[in-house]
């Protein structure tokens, strides 16, 4: 079985400052970790992704976020927020074995930047 | 990377009808899925539709409140039947990149109901 736990249903950052987005996660097999992003009236849009490679992932717009078995963790960070960043944040869970390409959502995070 | 687009952007329904929600994709492919997010919620599966066969419903959703058509490999429809205010939410289809980045999903923009 597979799930996903967003530690925070709310985060608020000023402008400038760290961001930190907090995702464990729980899967049987090998996982698939995903973070996707979603504006406002917007579609969702994929920040990053680990498929058991580097478990460092770079993504789009200076987010980064860190796979770490021991912990079952896969936080998101980016280390200066901006104004843009405000949005929906959802990591997301599946396997290699996960026949059909079914994904497991967390509740999502809602990042607020203050200016 | 994948382009989808889907019909209607969004609408307003009257309790009692039913609405159907285009998905299109620019290339083909051989898994869609469609997903539905409540107010306020998460992203929940509510089936994966493969061309040439039957939908695979997840549990909690039933082929006769949402029938899905898989015509072809570019295309799908989501029927939400005999709505209730209950189904107010937004409709999203999606598809497997395939590939070296097997298990990656594109989103269209989705579709947001709203059911008086």
């Known amino acids: 079985a597979q799930s996903v736990t967003q530690l925070d249903s709310h985060v608020s950052v000023s402008e400038g400052t760290p961001v930190l987005l907090r995702c464990n996660y729980s899967s049987s097999y090998s996982p698939s970790l995903f973070w996707y992003v979603q504006h406002p009236n917007k579609g969702l849009q994929l920040l990053l992704k680990?498929?058991?490679?580097?478990?460092l992932v770079k993504g789009i717009n200076g987010f980064e976020a860190e796979f770490k078995k021991s912990e079952t963790s896969f936080h998101l960070t980016k280390p200066s927020a901006h104004m843009s960043d405000a949005a929906e944040y959802f990591c997301v869970v599946t396997s290699v074995y996960n026949q059909g390409g079914k994904l497991i959502f967390g509740q999502g995070t809602e990042l607020s930047v203050k200016p | 990377s994948a382009v989808i687009s889907q019909k209607p952007s969004r609408d307003i329904c009257q309790r009692g009808t039913s609405l159907t929600i285009q998905c299109q994709v620019d290339s083909q492919v051989t898994m869609m899925f469609w997903y539905r997010q409540q107010p306020g919620q998460s992203l929940t599966l509510i089936a994966t539709a493969n061309q040439g066969s039957e939908a695979t419903y997840e549990s909690g959703f039933v082929i006769d409140k949402f029938p899905i058509s898989r015509p072809n490999l570019t295309f799908s429809t989501l029927t939400v039947s005999n709505m209730s205010p209950e189904d107010s939410s937004i409709y999203l289809c999606?598809?497997?990149?395939?590939?070296?980045?097997?298990?990656?999903?594109?989103f269209g923009p989705g579709t947001r109901l709203t059911v008086l």
């Open positions: 680990y498929t058991s490679a580097a478990t």
């Open positions: 999606s598809v497997e990149s395939g590939g070296p980045n097997y298990n990656e999903q594109f």
